[in-house]
């Protein structure tokens, strides 16, 4: 009996921190600002933040790597986040559907029926290009894509987005006749791939870093497939109105990042591993002294153990730990009293078993995806949908494998004492189970803290946020500063089971 109260306390305690994970009023005043997973996305964010702070009553707050431009806008229409920096191209292609060129008139046209609006157009183009090594291009004779369609035998490496967008691969291959199948590939990542010569070609930002510090030739788009880039910033409607001062501050961006100091910024991050808050920091003051170069010479590169023990550790731990802890609270409370329920019923436990094991078989973004969809929300909520789900199967399995576990003549001796059903679950059936079901708990927990680093592609924060981070700067040392603490985390929680476990057969022995 005191077994069970100690499992119900655990399980109300964790569902408990709902209360600290919830937004708080004072969110209402304050402006969240968006990215998505690349480093200039990143950059932008941060000049954006760092130019409205002085006017806001409140600090921005950013809402970094949220993935690709479908996640983006979603968090922007649902409003979990208020603007992001965007380009012209994307906005009239995958947000607006709209194949023909469009002008920023017609945009904002378009856009206004969705409560949003362009403005800011922040000075520089950065589009969608192919590139491959400068040697193989010359050696071939490949300078546009039109040579590109002639040598099927060259390896293509696309980011999925690209892959997937409809300015992207399937209106290129379309419109030039490349034959080839690309493979997909983290934008980041594939720089390593051509680097290594393990692909051929890849699709680039016009204004990446890398494009020159790897001697790659940026191919011609010789029947103009590709329209313009131009960067700026997509926001609600409702902004002007419940930011003025921090709105006008943003619109003295106009036509200050050009595509010299969008590269030299973007270099700043990928090569020398400068902060992003660093770099938008270095911009924002070299302008203020009246020039557009970007500073050189504060915020360097931080060494491993700075990345890992960083300001964002406190944080990221605690956002970790209220997802994990929420999640799994959550599942014990719905999946202990279902496997109670089922287990009497042969092929009713079959089926609910077989449910909860068929969700783990969804992929962890797809399954992100597909709530944001359905709740019309980025973060925190969606997030722990997800890791409850996925911790349903083993905390229920094991509470029905438990029940199955107690011997019949246990089961005989309360009815023969007179015991109710109910009374004999409580006293023998469940206090028996318990180490077993403890153990799902256990395996639950851990699923849940390798499942969770996924949350941050999500805005959701948690180690994660370091590994999107990594991932987009393709930095390995941040990466590894991301999976460390939440190898950790998992250790940690196995060293506390084992203790929970320890105390309960104390507990049995005495």
């Known amino acids: 009996m005191h077994c069970l109260r100690r499992l119900r306390l ?7 921190l709902l209360w600290a994970a919830a937004p708080s009023q004072a969110q209402d005043t304050t402006l969240h600002i968006g990215s998505k997973r690349f480093t200039e996305s990143y950059i932008l964010a941060e000049v954006l933040a760092q130019t409205a702070l002085p006017h806001l009553p409140a600090p ?3 809402r970094q790597g949220l993935g690709n431009t479908a996640i983006v806008y979603e968090a922007l229409r649902s409003g979990s986040i208020d603007l992001y920096a965007e380009y012209t191209g994307t906005v009239a292609l995958e947000i607006l559907k709209n194949p023909q060129p469009m002008t920023r008139e017609a945009m904002n046209a378009a856009l206004a029926p969705l409560g949003l609006g362009i403005a800011i157009p922040l000075g520089f183009n950065d589009g969608y290009a192919l590139a491959m090594r400068a040697a193989d291009a010359e050696r071939l004779g490949v300078k546009t894509l039109s040579d590109l369609a002639r040598h099927p035998e060259l390896r293509l490496g696309l980011s999925n987005e690209f892959i997937g967008r409809a300015d992207g691969w399937q209106g290129l291959a379309s419109r030039y006749g490349i034959a080839q199948k690309p493979t997909g590939l983290d934008h980041g990542l594939a720089y390593d791939a051509i680097a290594a010569k393990q692909i051929d070609v890849i699709d680039i930002y016009t204004t990446d870093a890398k494009i020159e510090h790897l001697g790659l030739r940026v191919l011609t788009d010789d029947r103009a497939f590709f329209p313009r880039y131009d960067a700026v910033v997509l926001y609600r409607l409702d902004v002007p109105a419940r930011w003025p001062a921090a709105w006008a501050a943003l619109q003295k961006l106009e036509g200050r990042i050009d595509e010299r100091a969008m590269i030299a910024m973007n270099a700043r991050a990928e090569l020398q591993g400068v902060a992003f ?8 003051a070299q302008g203020k002294a009246g020039g557009k170069a970007v500073a050189a010479g504060s915020g360097g590169a931080r060494g491993f153990v700075a990345k890992l023990f960083g300001a964002d550790l406190g944080r990221l731990t605690r956002q970790h730990l209220l997802l994990v802890a929420i999640s799994v609270g959550l599942a014990i409370l719905i999946a202990v009293p279902l496997g109670i329920l089922v287990f009497p019923h042969l092929r009713l436990r079959a089926l609910v078993l077989g449910l909860t094991g068929l969700l783990q078989t969804v992929p962890s973004l797809a399954l992100l995806a597909l709530l944001i969809s359905l709740i019309g929300a980025i973060g925190t909520l969606p997030a722990l949908i997800a890791l409850t789900l996925y911790s349903l199967l083993p905390i229920m399995r094991n509470t029905v494998t438990g029940l199955a576990e107690v011997p019949a003549g246990l089961r005989q001796a309360g009815t023969a004492l007179g015991m109710t059903g109910g009374q004999s679950l409580r006293l023998v059936l469940l206090p028996l189970s318990l180490p077993t079901l403890l153990a799902g708990v256990r395996t639950a927990t851990t ?3 390798g ?7 999500i805005g959701a924060g948690g180690f994660g946020e370091r590994i999107v981070t990594g991932l987009a700067l393709n930095d390995r040392g941040l990466l590894v ?4 603490p939440a190898a950790v985390l998992a250790l940690l929680s196995e060293g506390v089971f084992e203790a929970i476990e320890y105390w309960l057969r104390r507990g049995r022995a005495a």
Request: with cysteine.
């Open 10 to 16: 655990l399980a109300l305690s964790c569902l408990g």
């Open 277 to 284: 808050d660093a770099i938008a920091r270095d911009f924002l």
């Open 447 to 449: 699923i849940a803290i």
């Open 60 to 62: 921005p707050q950013l």
């Open 451 to 457: 499942t969770a680093t996924i949350a941050a592609f």
């Open 481 to 484: 500063a991301g999976a460390v």
